[in-house]
């Protein structure tokens, strides 16, 4: 079972809810979040996009802009080389389209994950030297393409890097030696010289700083004010799907920008909710993480993500709709092949000595290479351990990674570099090549050099309040909408009561994999408690105890046109 631990963190409570507007136990939700500066509260709960950060603030922001500015008023060819997922084709869609409207020749070439690999690599080089491009600027990639660089550099052509992954580095007596590409700039919030105030967004958020930072110096905001609120929508729609923190910035961004998705004017994305079902619908990041984004990774991960910048830039509802279907039932094919790559990894780590490693190396030679990184976290998640899922691509292993948050996966991947051909990634998340004949010894470095202790392996539970459910009103659950939105980073406040006693349960689901009871709390009230996980396991535990204690959240729930407080279980003791 996971380590239950109660927040208490210290303020005073009164003031910051009188101070706010709030009640008090919003007040200790938002210090739990670590907010503790008065500037810093009332951008949380009322920061707008005015607050979003001056885009010059970006090391080589300026230089950039310099640099681009006469290439584009000559009318000179841009060529945009972004990424498959959802984060390089949010951005590779706003370049291209920002560029074009302040009057450039831009036009984008998103990498084949199988035939091409990540990001910026020699064939696409050669391919934009082939066509007579002189200007290439990257997104979502690039910082560590010092090679393609200096090869494009070779063949005449000047490259502006626009990425958010982590600076790659060598180690020198103890000491880190950040290794910049030889590019013309390079605008990287990971960049260690960068004073940027909020280094965790995504590479499309650069994109959309570069184009804010353009029309700025073109003097074009009000013509560009429209277009500009439509990129917060594709740079809301890559935080949510790159799974960046929401907080500070991307808090804003993202609450902005679903928004705007709710009424978009983008026929792509309209033809996608109606696909989806997520037409006329409240959004959340849980619609577009879990529904939405996937199709629109889809397409990079079985296909080509040309496809998916196909829909966000066509303009005929007809070809969108088309599109959108195809994304959502390559979308469908893929969930079945995650399915039985996952039940074979399970049973390699069930039946194996791996089991015992700290880091897991899983080498699943037939699945998908476009599948690695989500197998590796529906693994991580099960076992709350960082995982690696290696596959054989054309040429020699291909792999994902997926971590846990005491476990920085890229800085212990950077040990073991020797070992790859070409990786990159950053705390959570990475990616790498390497050679067959190198997996094992992979496996084992990784894991002699690992330091994780088993407690930072068990999975915690923070509880913010110990709160009795009788707290629980109309106005409360209103309250907390406040917090909204939810995700990483920004998690849905967790509440426990002790006491609670079982009446009756009702199994539901094809796959019985949801409950609904009525339960009893000390002070005698009866309610309705849903639980969605393992309601068998959970139904042996209760029934031979006369009380638990349960960590749970309450939101509103609607059925049949009426309005009901649902108070959810996540987890018990």
């Not at 030889?182 to 184009?211: M, N, Q, W």
């Not at 000390?522 to 393992?534: A, H, I, N, P, R």
Request: glycine share 8%; with cysteine.
């Amino acid at each position: 079972m996971a380590q239950w631990f109660l927040t208490a963190k210290k303020a005073d409570f009164e003031k910051i809810g009188a101070r706010f507007g709030i009640s008090p136990i919003l007040a200790r939700l938002i210090r739990n979040r670590d907010l503790v500066e008065e500037n810093e509260i009332r951008m949380f709960l009322y920061g707008g996009p005015e607050e979003l950060y001056d885009p010059f603030l970006l090391r080589d922001m300026e230089k950039a802009v310099k640099f681009l500015s006469p290439k584009i008023k000559s009318g000179e060819r841009i060529r945009v080389i972004g990424d498959y997922d959802i984060d390089g084709v949010c951005a590779s869609y706003i370049l291209v389209k920002g560029l074009r409207a302040l009057g450039a020749d831009a036009d984008a070439a998103i990498p084949h994950r199988i035939k091409d690999g990540y990001g910026l690599n020699e064939s696409l080089v050669e391919a934009a030297a082939e066509e007579g491009i002189r200007t290439i600027v990257t997104c979502d990639n690039g910082i560590a393409a010092a090679e393609q660089i200096a090869l494009a550099d070779r063949l005449g052509i000047e490259t502006v890097v626009t990425d958010h992954h982590e600076v790659p580095f060598a180690e020198k007596d103890g000491k880190k030696e950040y290794l910049l590409p030889p590019a013309a700039a390079v605008i990287d919030p990971k960049r260690e010289d960068c004073t940027y105030p909020f280094k965790g967004i995504c590479g499309a958020v650069v994109a959309y700083k570069l184009i804010l930072a353009l029309v700025k110096r073109f003097g074009k905001e009000k013509e560009c004010a429209g277009l500009l609120e439509e990129f917060l929508e594709f740079a809301a729609f890559a935080t949510v799907g790159d799974v960046m923190e929401l907080k500070d910035e991307n808090r804003i961004i993202v609450k902005t920008g679903l928004s705007y998705m709710e009424k978009t004017k983008n026929t792509g994305l309209r033809a996608l909710f109606l696909a989806t079902g997520l037409a006329e619908k409240k959004l959340s990041p849980y619609h577009i993480g879990f529904i939405a984004g996937p199709c629109l990774n889809a397409t990079g991960r079985l296909d080509t993500a040309a496809r998916a910048l196909e829909l966000l830039q066509t303009t005929d509802p007809a070809k969108a709709a088309e599109i959108a279907m195809d994304l959502k039932e390559l979308n469908e094919a893929r969930k079945e092949l995650t399915a039985k790559g996952l039940e074979q990894a399970v049973e390699l780590v069930e039946n194996t000595d791996l089991k015992n490693d700290r880091v897991l190396v899983l080498f699943l030679p037939e699945c998908h290479e476009s599948l690695a990184g989500i197998i590796a976290g529906r693994v991580r998640e099960k076992y709350n351990k960082p995982v690696f899922v290696l596959t054989r691509g054309e040429e020699g292993i291909k792999g994902s990674g997926r971590s846990i948050e005491s476990y920085h996966m890229y800085d212990n991947m950077t040990a073991c570099s020797y070992l790859f051909t070409k990786f990159g990634g950053h705390k959570m998340a990475a990616g790498l090549s390497m050679k067959e004949e190198d997996v094992d010894t992979f496996r084992k470095q990784i894991n002699a050099k690992c330091t994780l202790t088993p407690e930072d392996m068990e999975e915690k539970i923070h509880i913010d309040i110990a709160l009795p459910l009788s707290y629980v009103t109309k106005a409360f659950v209103e309250e907390l909408e406040k917090l909204e939105p939810f995700g990483v980073g920004n998690p849905k406040p967790v509440f426990a009561q002790k006491g609670i006693a079982v009446l009756s349960e009702q199994i539901l689901g094809k796959n019985r994999n949801a409950g609904k009871y009525r339960i009893r709390d000390s002070e005698g009230k009866v309610y309705e408690l849903m639980y969605f996980g393992d309601v068998e396991a959970f139904g042996k535990y209760y029934r031979e105890r006369e009380s638990i204690f349960i960590t749970y959240y309450p939101s509103f729930h609607e059925y049949m046109g009426k309005t009901s407080i649902q108070i959810v279980m996540q987890d018990y003791k």
